[in-house]
């Protein structure tokens, strides 16, 4: 099991930037590949950002790249998402996800919920225009 804490969220005004982690406990963090995923209210889930288990490679949303910067810290067990320019539509909950990397299969795993194994409980971003 891996256990995942989010922490950082808060309320910005537009324009500004936040920057959340994801610490993770557990087996090891290395091993895993991470994502970020957001839900607004009355929303799917959606795909944010994703990086590689060794950092190699990231994935974003159209809608944040750009933006927002994903990393992670393998030696301190921890996922980072930098969000800039942030607007009112970047407002939601923002889960930070685990998948181990032998189930990647191609580079759509990444983008896709279901097939993350491990979730934290979530950190809400509010955005003020």
């Known amino acids: 099991q891996v256990q995942l804490v989010e922490s950082g969220g808060g309320l910005v005004q537009a324009g500004g930037s936040l920057r959340l982690s994801c610490a993770a406990s557990?087996?090891?963090?290395?091993?895993?590949?991470m994502g970020w995923f957001r839900q607004a209210p009355g929303k799917e889930r959606d795909f944010v950002a994703a990086?590689?288990?060794?950092?190699?490679?990231?994935y974003y949303a159209d809608s944040v790249k750009g933006r927002f910067t994903i990393s992670r810290d393998n030696a301190k067990n921890t996922l980072f998402l930098q969000m800039n320019i942030l607007k009112p539509q970047d407002t939601a909950v923002y889960y930070c996800?685990?998948?181990?990397?032998?189930?990647?299969?191609?580079?759509?795993?990444?983008?896709?919920?279901?097939?993350?194994?491990?979730w934290g409980q979530g950190t809400q971003v509010t955005v003020s225009s």
């Open positions: 996800a685990a998948v181990h990397k032998s189930l990647i299969a191609t580079m759509k795993t990444y983008r896709v919920p279901t097939e993350y194994e491990h």
């Open positions: 557990g087996r090891t963090f290395s091993s895993y590949a």
């Open positions: 990086i590689s288990w060794n950092g190699g490679r990231t």
